[in-house]
């Protein structure tokens, strides 16, 4: 408690393809573009709240950045 946290849901039955269609990142291209992975995430929470379910993202919930402090 008092701490952010986030979470991914993963079916670990589900097969899940990466193609130019399906690609969520901003820059629009991936490394493993036409890779075959043996799980897919299902659902993803930043801060305790649902951001992503089944391809369907909520964009009003934002994560925050992480800081660190340097200590000796």
Do not use: M
Not at 11 to 20: A, E, G, M, N, T
Not at 41 to 55: A, D, E, I, M
């Amino acid at each position: 408690e008092g701490y952010f946290a986030d979470l991914v849901l993963v079916d670990l039955h589900k097969d899940s393809q990466v193609k130019q269609n399906n690609l969520l990142y901003k820059c629009n291209w991936s490394p493993f573009l036409d890779k075959t992975f043996g799980s897919t995430v299902t659902h993803t929470f930043v801060n305790g709240h649902l951001v992503y379910k089944n391809g369907e993202i909520d964009t009003s919930i934002k994560g925050k950045r992480l800081g660190f402090e340097k200590t000796r």
